[in-house]
């Protein structure tokens, strides 16, 4: 039962007034992906050469920004 | 100054082995090392659930297991809960019942059910809630979640 | 996450011997569920983490009706719930460490790991004081023990000395009559922290119209949790009336010191305990009577 549902996972019921996808209970698109853990995500995506940002805060609040030594 | 260790764990079923740290986590490993980017990073601190796994039979947070303490243990990710060829029923409710949107806390949740119906093979719906209390989900409501872990459920009795 | 080296130590000896080994820090990891993540946060830092799970007597859980309880330091909160003598004998622990976390940290998180933390408001704590708890220390020169009300010092720290480990917690037979309940309130169902916790116990006459002997603790109300001695003491003889037990809460409210945090303000914090305390006492009678 469930081998069948996997070839068409947009499985669509009867639409209403001759539509396709309205009035139907489709699956979503990226489902399959998400509910076996394969869907990517951002954090999940590992390419060569990637830099890491870090948002760096002044301690101080209303503070005027004179210099930023970047040594 | 600090030695890497050897660790050998069955990991959804295969015999694997892989170095490590000693501070990296169980979770970062699964992502890191071993490729398994199906278990997620929510919150790091045993809140959110979305890192859940179940070691020797346990639901625990993978972001709270250091990966050198699973040595001779059997783990079960979300990438070991679909069979061969077909989606666990638990999958195929999940789906049905659209028990997700942006999928972030799906695997926690699917890895979560998965140990309530080994343990407890027909709960009723307070015993789901309770169990599941561990994982958060922003955008279903939880309503969903809950009435495809009960759907799963009967379909497996 | 900061670096640090991992063994896990087969027997008390081993463990002994790493915590002290040398001038760098160690600490020890039972469920991990505090220690990791102050790890983490910075809060806590470590050279050696020694993992005690492997230990055979921290991580079991043994009852005789002699000796009666004890409890590896190591043994995990759904390990506790689960075992029938703690389930038949021990009411309010089941209470208490049933409600910690959610199925996840119940898996992994110790009773041990609850009082070495030593949070304020920890759950168990109140439910071991009200059992009679006591703390099984071991070291290099040997052992001690410690009732538990005396565990913990102050928010974070305990009696633990440099080179001392927790091994087990000892909860002798309770006398008959006897029933226990802990309580607390949080904002939602689960996983929150207590704002007010309160754990009771009493053994009854054999008529169960007098309380023989009482115990009362209150968890997130001081800087560590309180046994309220003398709301027991009041209790221990006086016949079973509503009024009595409002004055024993009474006396839990005004021995309870809460601060004003983000979880509560210090006027709502001594409204709970008056209501969960009356509740404690009634429900643990009510299983003392055998009704619960």
Redesign the interface.
Known sequence: MCADRLDDPTRVDEGIHGYKVIGTRPIRQDGVEKVTGRALFGADIRLPGVLYGAVLRSPHAHARLLFIDTS | ???K?IVHAQINGEELEFLC?????LLEVL??TLG??????GC????C?AC?VILDG????S????A??IDGKNLT???G??GK???H?L??K???H?A?QC??C??GF?V?AK??LDRNPCPNEAEVR??????LCRCTGYDKIVRAVLDAAQMMS | MQAFDYQAARNIEEALSLLSSGDHRVKILAGGTDLLVQLREGRQRADLIVDIKKIPELAEIAFDPVHGLRIGAAACCYQVSHHAAVRAHYPGLVDAVSLIGGVQIQNRASIGGNLCNASPAADTIPALIVHQAICEIRSSHGRRNVPVERFCTSPGTTVLQPGELLVSIHLPLPKQPFGAYYQRFIPRNEMDIAIVGVGAAVTLDKDRSHFQEARLALAAVAPTPLYVEAAGDFLAGKEITEKVIQEAAAIAQEAARPIRDLRGTIEQRKQLIAILARRAIEQSIIRAKGQG
């Open positions: 100054m600090v030695n260790i740290e000693p501070r990296q986590t992502r890191e398994f980017t199906g278990t997620k990073e790091s601190n045993g809140n659930g859940s346990a639901l625990v947070n972001c709270l297991v250091l050198a303490e990710t979300i990438e809960i679909a060829k077909d989606l029923p999958q195929w999940f789906l049905e659209a997700l999928g972030y799906t695997p699917i979560a140990a309530l309770y169990w599941l209390s561990g994982n």
